[in-house]
Protein backbone atom coordinates (compact mmCIF):
# COMPACT_ATOMS: atom_id res chain seq x y z
CA UNK A 1 0.00 0.00 0.00
CA UNK A 2 1.33 3.50 -0.77
CA UNK A 3 0.33 5.92 1.81
CA UNK A 4 0.89 9.01 -0.49
CA UNK A 5 -1.10 7.84 -3.56
CA UNK A 6 -4.27 10.41 -3.67
CA UNK A 7 -6.82 8.78 -6.18
CA UNK A 8 -7.90 10.96 -9.35
CA UNK A 9 -11.25 12.26 -9.24
CA UNK A 10 -12.35 9.37 -11.83
CA UNK A 11 -10.47 7.07 -9.03
CA UNK A 12 -13.16 8.51 -6.38
CA UNK A 13 -16.16 8.02 -8.59
CA UNK A 14 -15.39 4.59 -8.84
CA UNK A 15 -14.67 4.57 -5.04
CA UNK A 16 -18.17 6.14 -4.49
CA UNK A 17 -20.10 3.96 -6.71
CA UNK A 18 -18.17 0.60 -5.02
CA UNK A 19 -19.22 2.25 -1.26
CA UNK A 20 -22.98 2.43 -2.59
CA UNK A 21 -23.16 -0.86 -3.76
CA UNK A 22 -20.96 -2.91 -2.23
CA UNK A 23 -19.84 -5.92 -2.31
CA UNK A 24 -19.82 -5.90 -5.93
CA UNK A 25 -18.17 -7.27 -8.84
CA UNK A 26 -15.64 -5.04 -11.30
CA UNK A 27 -18.70 -6.18 -13.96
CA UNK A 28 -21.20 -4.39 -11.73
CA UNK A 29 -19.19 -0.98 -11.49
CA UNK A 30 -18.42 -0.82 -14.56
CA UNK A 31 -22.18 -1.24 -15.63
CA UNK A 32 -22.82 1.68 -13.52
CA UNK A 33 -20.28 3.81 -15.37
CA UNK A 34 -21.73 2.38 -18.99
CA UNK A 35 -25.11 3.44 -17.92
CA UNK A 36 -24.58 6.65 -16.87
CA UNK A 37 -26.29 9.65 -18.34
CA UNK A 38 -23.50 11.73 -17.91
CA UNK A 39 -20.91 11.68 -20.98
CA UNK A 40 -17.81 12.36 -18.95
CA UNK A 41 -18.34 10.02 -16.54
CA UNK A 42 -18.90 6.79 -19.09
CA UNK A 43 -15.48 5.28 -18.66
CA UNK A 44 -14.48 2.36 -20.71
CA UNK A 45 -13.67 -1.29 -19.68
CA UNK A 46 -10.22 -0.53 -20.77
CA UNK A 47 -10.25 2.42 -18.24
CA UNK A 48 -12.41 0.70 -15.39
CA UNK A 49 -10.56 -2.64 -14.93
CA UNK A 50 -6.59 -0.85 -14.41
CA UNK A 51 -8.22 1.96 -12.21
CA UNK A 52 -9.75 -1.39 -10.21
CA UNK A 53 -6.60 -3.07 -9.81
CA UNK A 54 -4.70 0.20 -8.84
CA UNK A 55 -7.47 1.08 -5.57
CA UNK A 56 -7.10 -2.56 -4.88
CA UNK A 57 -3.38 -2.54 -5.20
CA UNK A 58 -3.33 1.09 -3.16
CA UNK A 59 -5.20 -0.87 0.04
CA UNK A 60 -8.36 1.55 -0.58
CA UNK A 61 -10.27 -1.66 -1.69
CA UNK A 62 -10.16 -5.21 -1.58
CA UNK A 63 -11.39 -8.05 -3.31
CA UNK A 64 -12.64 -11.78 -2.33
CA UNK A 65 -12.78 -15.12 -4.71
CA UNK A 66 -16.74 -15.16 -4.79
CA UNK A 67 -17.11 -18.60 -3.89
CA UNK A 68 -18.65 -21.52 -6.16
CA UNK A 69 -18.10 -18.30 -9.48
CA UNK A 70 -16.70 -20.16 -12.35
CA UNK A 71 -15.75 -17.09 -14.39
CA UNK A 72 -13.80 -16.29 -11.01
CA UNK A 73 -15.28 -12.85 -10.29
CA UNK A 74 -14.74 -11.36 -6.97
CA UNK A 75 -16.46 -9.40 -4.30
CA UNK A 76 -14.62 -5.61 -4.21
CA UNK A 77 -15.04 -3.82 -1.00
CA UNK A 78 -13.97 -0.87 0.24
CA UNK A 79 -11.14 -1.15 3.08
CA UNK A 80 -10.89 1.18 5.91
CA UNK A 81 -8.60 3.16 4.43
CA UNK A 82 -10.54 3.19 1.06
CA UNK A 83 -13.58 4.95 3.29
CA UNK A 84 -11.23 7.54 4.89
CA UNK A 85 -9.94 8.49 1.30
CA UNK A 86 -13.58 8.75 0.19
CA UNK A 87 -15.11 10.74 3.05
CA UNK A 88 -11.65 13.35 3.10
CA UNK A 89 -12.23 13.78 -0.75
CA UNK A 90 -16.18 14.05 -0.31
CA UNK A 91 -15.22 16.80 2.61
CA UNK A 92 -12.66 18.42 0.49
CA UNK A 93 -12.53 22.35 0.48
CA UNK A 94 -11.82 22.37 -3.24
CA UNK A 95 -13.31 25.76 -4.95
CA UNK A 96 -13.15 24.53 -8.00
CA UNK A 97 -15.73 22.11 -7.68
CA UNK A 98 -18.86 24.69 -7.56
CA UNK A 99 -17.14 25.93 -10.84
CA UNK A 100 -19.51 25.54 -14.33
CA UNK A 101 -19.38 22.15 -15.37
CA UNK A 102 -18.41 21.73 -18.91
CA UNK A 103 -21.22 21.40 -21.52
CA UNK A 104 -20.43 21.19 -25.14
CA UNK A 105 -23.44 22.89 -26.62
CA UNK A 106 -22.02 26.40 -24.43
CA UNK A 107 -18.60 25.70 -25.84
CA UNK A 108 -19.93 25.44 -29.37
CA UNK A 109 -22.30 28.20 -29.35
CA UNK A 110 -18.93 30.43 -29.40
CA UNK A 111 -18.54 29.15 -32.99
CA UNK A 112 -22.63 30.17 -33.93
CA UNK A 113 -21.93 33.24 -35.52
CA UNK A 114 -20.25 31.50 -38.80
CA UNK A 115 -23.36 30.03 -39.42
CA UNK A 116 -26.16 31.67 -41.61
CA UNK A 117 -29.10 32.72 -39.26
CA UNK A 118 -31.69 29.80 -40.99
CA UNK A 119 -28.60 27.25 -39.95
CA UNK A 120 -28.19 29.06 -36.56
CA UNK A 121 -31.57 28.61 -36.09
CA UNK A 122 -31.69 24.70 -37.33
CA UNK A 123 -28.51 23.71 -35.27
CA UNK A 124 -30.10 25.52 -31.75
CA UNK A 125 -33.51 23.47 -32.36
CA UNK A 126 -31.39 20.02 -32.90
CA UNK A 127 -29.53 21.17 -29.21
CA UNK A 128 -32.31 21.96 -28.07
CA UNK A 129 -34.58 18.50 -28.84
CA UNK A 130 -31.61 16.41 -27.94
CA UNK A 131 -31.89 18.19 -24.41
CA UNK A 132 -35.34 17.43 -23.75
CA UNK A 133 -34.89 13.90 -25.14
CA UNK A 134 -32.17 13.48 -22.26
CA UNK A 135 -34.77 15.49 -19.69
CA UNK A 136 -37.26 12.47 -20.42
CA UNK A 137 -34.95 9.70 -20.18
CA UNK A 138 -33.69 11.88 -16.12
CA UNK A 139 -37.60 11.73 -15.71
CA UNK A 140 -38.11 8.37 -16.13
CA UNK A 141 -34.98 7.48 -14.01
CA UNK A 142 -36.46 9.83 -11.36
CA UNK A 143 -39.69 8.06 -11.59
CA UNK A 144 -37.50 4.49 -11.21
CA UNK A 145 -36.02 5.78 -7.89
CA UNK A 146 -38.95 7.40 -6.75
CA UNK A 147 -40.20 4.05 -6.93
CA UNK A 148 -37.29 2.01 -5.85
CA UNK A 149 -37.34 4.50 -2.57
CA UNK A 150 -33.63 5.64 -3.60
CA UNK A 151 -33.55 8.82 -2.25
CA UNK A 152 -29.61 8.90 -3.00
CA UNK A 153 -29.78 8.35 -6.73
CA UNK A 154 -33.00 10.66 -6.85
CA UNK A 155 -31.44 13.96 -5.49
CA UNK A 156 -28.33 13.57 -8.14
CA UNK A 157 -30.74 12.74 -10.76
CA UNK A 158 -32.38 16.09 -9.89
CA UNK A 159 -29.42 18.12 -10.01
CA UNK A 160 -29.18 16.93 -13.48
CA UNK A 161 -32.82 17.40 -14.47
CA UNK A 162 -32.31 21.25 -13.24
CA UNK A 163 -29.36 21.92 -14.88
CA UNK A 164 -30.77 21.09 -18.21
CA UNK A 165 -33.92 22.53 -17.73
CA UNK A 166 -31.94 25.75 -17.18
CA UNK A 167 -30.10 24.35 -20.83
CA UNK A 168 -33.15 24.78 -22.34
CA UNK A 169 -33.92 27.79 -21.33
CA UNK A 170 -31.21 29.07 -22.62
CA UNK A 171 -31.37 27.39 -26.24
CA UNK A 172 -34.92 29.02 -26.00
CA UNK A 173 -33.27 32.91 -25.51
CA UNK A 174 -31.29 31.77 -28.30
CA UNK A 175 -33.99 31.37 -30.13
CA UNK A 176 -35.71 34.21 -29.50
CA UNK A 177 -32.75 36.40 -30.23
CA UNK A 178 -32.36 35.56 -33.94
Known amino acids: MNDNYVPSELEYCVLSVIW ?3 PCTAY ?5 FQTSLTASWRASTGSIYPLL ?6 GLVTQTAIPGDRRGSKALEMS ?3 IRSLKSWLQDPALWIAEPVADPIRTRSYALP ?8 HLIKRWKAATEDSLREIGQRLD ?7 LVEERA ?3 TQLQLTARVSWLEELLDDL
Open 144 to 150: EYRAQGN
Open 157 to 159: HRG
Open 28 to 32: QVRRA
Open 53 to 58: RSLVAN
Open 80 to 82: AAG
Open 20 to 22: RIQ
Open 114 to 121: MLQPRETR
